[in-house]
């Protein structure tokens, strides 16, 4: 390891008691998020076709490499003036916040996009 384990640290990673794998959607929820639970659950999740997930504020993609069914007029609306907690992750749901933002706020907004495929 990098940095010697704290003392009285946990030698193995526990879950939330009712944590599901692959189920969660904001992994700052979880109660030990590490590099190898963080990547787990991405795995896990890129498995199931599920490529959007929150990390706090930041929404992570795992690019697919197919076409997945979750673009569209419809999914545009299941995510319009919605708070961020009341659907799945999604891009969408990052600009329908940005637009909204901008005239509640009344400053401009920005969101990063980062990455390679």
Not at 54 to 61: E, H
Request: aromatic letters at 12%; charged letters at 25%.
């Amino acid at each position: 390891p990098l940095w010697p384990k704290p003392q009285g640290a946990m030698e193995t990673y526990q879950p939330m008691e009712d944590f599901v794998s692959g189920e969660v959607d904001d992994l700052a929820t979880l109660t030990n998020l590490t590099a190898d639970v963080l990547l787990s659950e991405l795995k896990i999740r890129y498995n199931n076709d599920v490529i959007y997930t929150y990390v706090s504020d930041i929404l992570v993609a795992v690019n697919p490499f197919k076409w997945l069914p979750i673009y569209g007029e419809d999914q545009i609306l299941k995510y319009k003036k919605k708070k961020r907690a009341e659907e799945s992750p999604h891009i969408y749901a990052i600009a329908d916040a940005c637009y909204h933002n901008l005239f509640d706020m009344k400053k401009n907004q920005c969101a990063v996009i980062s990455g390679e495929s």
